[in-house]
């Protein structure tokens, strides 16, 4: 018997992938609906990669007005206003959240709001109302994770952090990861005082070591203080303020704790184990390389799956999930060479292997770096270096990978992706043209091995 459906495709979670799928099967013609508990495009445009995006260049105005003295401009002292920042965000985040709403209603997409859960492996509880569904993708993202101290309850998250209704002067930013680095960078380029407090010894685990040294001491002649191999005991809240106690160190007194030491999948109570969708250790939804789980016309895709958490590579997923589904062509998400930025002051960007990686990987790898002061600091007398890596395959001469730190980073490693995703060599690089006089190129300059 051929059962009926409410619907050909049911998408759990309007974010970077659900969006991206949901409007794609829509726009092939099926009949689809997408169910969302927060706000449309998740948490990259209302939460994540935009509304930081937008104050990390906030932040970075500070430095222009100053540096812009070392050029002849005369500079009055520049105020801050936190609420007017707000305020700015939220008008371009509804733009935002009303061109995702248009895009679903273009693509005929049911949009409904939500928490959405299984009820079995066809059914789709949202409140009192069930749908069922031919299949399913679960693109439910995730949440920060949260501490387990006393006084937890004072603390926020990336989640509160850009819409606080005041600036905060004094801010320990806690977590060594992508989003503490980011946070840390932004709120102190805005005028907060910074501590960074982290339980290992070097913040941004799982990039090049000496990218990672790099931006750490740029960030600490920033003003950005670093609390390493620590972690918090407990927190009081005091009139004077928030009383950190500490595993080393002395007590803290700040206005805000935001707390950055990771996310996971959200899960929760969304009856994925009575489905039968197995899910790993951390809750992350196992997933095969068509992004299949357990259950053959449940899929799953995004942050809430222990791939790379980034929009990009959400939305790739999605459009594979489309291309295996409903264009007969089966198609395996690509997650070699993906480049990624951590946005802090200065920006660090990569892509490929990390020397500690290309060392594991090849007999012979070699590396060549160069640290300089960019022209623009010649006369700003700014005392910032941009650091710039490459890590060759000692066998073939290709590049595999390109670390790079300074303020336009993310920038030049998106378009450096481009050579090593293509498995372009050294040779090919020092055959290029410079652009002089520029930054990025360092990137074709480099002639002598550093190791
Ligand atoms: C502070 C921060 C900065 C970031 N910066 C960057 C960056 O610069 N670049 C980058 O590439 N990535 C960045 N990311 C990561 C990026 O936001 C995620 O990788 C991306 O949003 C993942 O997309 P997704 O579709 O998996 O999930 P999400 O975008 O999180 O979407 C999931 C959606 O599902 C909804 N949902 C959850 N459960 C249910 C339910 N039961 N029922 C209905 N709806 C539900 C959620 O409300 C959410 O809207 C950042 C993340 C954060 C937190």
Redesign the pocket.
């Known amino acids: 018997m051929h059962m009926t459906y409410d619907f050909d495709l049911f998408v759990?979670?309007?974010?970077?992938?659900?969006v991206r799928a949901a409007r794609l099967a829509g726009a092939l013609g099926k009949k689809v609906a997408v169910?969302?508990?927060?706000?449309v495009g998740?948490?990259?445009v209302n939460?994540?990669?935009i509304p930081?995006?937008l104050y990390a260049i906030a932040a970075h105005y500070r430095e222009d007005f100053e540096d812009a003295k070392g050029f002849g401009w005369k500079v009055p002292t520049p105020k801050f206003d936190w609420n007017k920042l707000v305020k700015a965000k939220v008008k371009e985040i509804a733009r935002l959240n009303g061109i995702y709403a248009d895009v679903l209603k273009n693509a005929k997409v049911r949009f409904i709001k939500?928490?959405?859960?299984l009820a079995d492996p066809h059914t789709i509880k949202i409140g009192r109302k069930s749908y069922t569904a031919e299949n399913i993708i679960v693109?439910?993202?995730?949440r920060p994770s949260h501490p387990a101290f006393e006084g937890r309850e004072h603390t926020i998250t990336?989640d509160e952090v850009f819409d606080l209704k005041k600036f905060p002067k004094r801010v320990l930013v806690v977590g060594g990861g992508y989003?503490g680095a980011?946070m840390a960078s932004i709120l102190n380029g805005l005028g907060a005082k910074i501590s960074l407090m982290y339980r290992g010894d070097r913040i941004l685990k799982g990039f090049d070591d000496d990218a990672r040294r790099h931006v750490q001491e740029e960030m600490a002649k920033k003003g950005v203080r670093f609390r390493l191999g620590c972690t918090i005991k407990k927190i009081e809240k005091k009139r004077d303020g928030l009383h950190v106690f500490c595993s080393k160190g002395p007590l803290m007194i700040v206005d805000q704790v935001l707390m950055a030491i990771g996310?996971k999948p959200?899960i929760d109570?969304?009856g994925l184990i009575q489905a039968g969708v197995e899910i790993a250790h951390g809750g992350y939804i196992i997933v095969d390389e068509h992004s299949r789980t357990s259950v053959p016309h449940i899929f799953a895709?995004?942050?809430?799956t222990e791939r790379l958490?980034?929009?990009?590579?959400?939305i790739h997923e999605a459009v594979c999930v489309i291309e295996t589904l409903y264009k007969n062509n089966p198609t395996m998400p690509d997650h070699r060479d993906v480049a990624t930025?951590v946005?802090s002051a200065p920006a660090l960007a990569a892509v490929g292997f990390t020397e500690e990686e290309a060392r594991k990987t090849y007999d012979k790898v070699t590396i060549y770096k160069t640290r300089f002061r960019p022209l623009k600091h010649t006369l700003s007398g700014r005392d910032e270096r941009v650091l710039m890596k490459l890590v060759v395959n000692g066998e073939n001469g290709q590049v595999v990978g390109v670390h790079m730190v300074g303020a336009e980073a993310p920038e030049i490693v998106q378009a450096a992706a481009i050579a090593v995703k293509a498995g372009l060599t050294k040779e090919q690089f020092d055959d290029t043209m410079a652009i002089h006089p520029t930054t990025a190129e360092e990137l074709v300059l480099m002639r002598t091995p550093a190791a």
């Open positions: 759990i979670g309007a974010g970077s992938g659900g169910a969302e508990n927060w706000t998740g948490t990259c939460r994540g990669c930081k995006k939500g928490t959405a859960s693109a439910v993202g995730g990336s989003i980011e996310r959200a109570g969304l895709i995004g942050d809430c958490n980034l929009t990009p590579v959400a930025a946005f």
